[in-house]
């Protein structure tokens, strides 16, 4: 089973296991969280879907099955983003902020204005060229 995570302002493809399944809680189930439960050695082990840079972590590390596909793709905030400091323009390196405002790189440790505003953002198509 393939599935999608997003996490740090990427999209992570991870490979699942034979027998994984997406558990998600009830509405306003408050003391359950979504959740990831994945077969091991006979038992289920339940992944958490919070924090969510817990499943891309495990995934990269191969650990409890679960193995990261490819390399993160980036979400339109990160879309055409490079670290005005070191020029690292690779997503693996970028990570979006909680604040969606900035972002972090990683290879050299700078944070920077995202290149894509969300509040009162003017889509392309509705800019008119003179």
């Not at 009830?26 to 969280?33: H, I, S, V």
């Not at 958490?48 to 995934?59: G, M, Q, T, V």
Request: charged content about 25%; glycine content about 10%; overall charge negative.
């Amino acid at each position: 089973m393939l599935i999608k995570c997003h996490a740090h302002g990427k999209f992570y493809t991870i490979e699942c296991p034979v027998g994984s399944r997406i558990v998600l809680a009830p509405d306003g189930e408050m003391a359950l969280q979504d959740h990831l439960v994945v077969p091991l050695n006979g038992k289920e082990i339940r992944i958490p879907a919070d924090p969510p840079e817990l499943l891309p972590l495990l995934a990269e590390s191969g650990n409890f099955g679960v193995t990261l596909v490819g390399e993160p793709e980036p979400d339109v905030s990160l879309a055409g983003a490079s670290c005005p400091d070191c020029g690292e323009a690779d997503v693996t390196w970028l990570q979006v902020r909680d604040d969606s405002e900035s972002v972090h790189c990683d290879r050299c440790g700078v944070d920077f204005e995202s290149p894509v505003r969300h509040a009162g953002a003017v889509p392309s198509s509705d800019i008119t060229r003179g």
